[in-house]
Every structure is written in structure tokens, then in C-alpha cells.
């Protein structure tokens, strides 16, 4: 039996400045998983939101270049089948 690797991409919105103004995890991430949100923050932005958590890869580039710590991505293992 294999482990299934899972990654959860996670943006707070509360410290994302918006994707109006940085958007760089936006344009780091390879696999198109981040989008801007429909709706504003308390802030008055878009802040970046998980549209298509499916395709993340785990290579964890939005949270090592968000200047605001917004991004964070957790790794799990399953039990899987092969």
C-alpha cells in the first residue's frame, strides 16, 4: 500500500495585501491554483484565494515568496492504494 501525498494550500486573507497590488504568488505558482477572489477583504482588495486546490504540487513557491506570510501549505499522507 502507497501513501498518497496531499498538499493544502491555505491565504489568509486578513494578511494578504491583495492581487491588485502584489499578486506574486499568483505568478509564482506553476499549476494555475491561485486566483484572485470575487469579493473584497476588510482591507478593501482581492486578496488571492484557492480556486483549483486539486492542482497544487506542493512545491510551496507562494509561501516562501508571500512578503506577508499569507500563504501557507500543509503536506499529509493517505493511506492509498495502488
Not at 2 to 7: A, C, E, I, L, P
Not at 15 to 44: F, H, N
Amino acid at each position: 500500500m502507497r501513501k498518497k501525498k496531499t498538499h493544502i494550500v491555505s491565504i489568509d486573507a486578513r494578511l494578504c495585501k491583495g492581487t491588485e497590488g502584489c499578486g506574486i504568488c499568483l505568478s509564482v505558482c506553476p499549476a494555475d491554483v491561485l486566483a484572485p477572489a470575487p469579493e473584497l477583504s476588510d482591507k478593501g482588495v482581492h486578496p488571492a484565494r484557492v480556486m483549483r486546490p486539486e492542482n497544487c504540487t506542493g512545491c510551496e513557491l507562494c509561501m516562501l515568496y508571500c512578503p506577508d506570510l499569507a500563504a501557507s501549505v500543509e503536506h499529509r499522507e493517505e493511506d492509498g492504494h495502488e
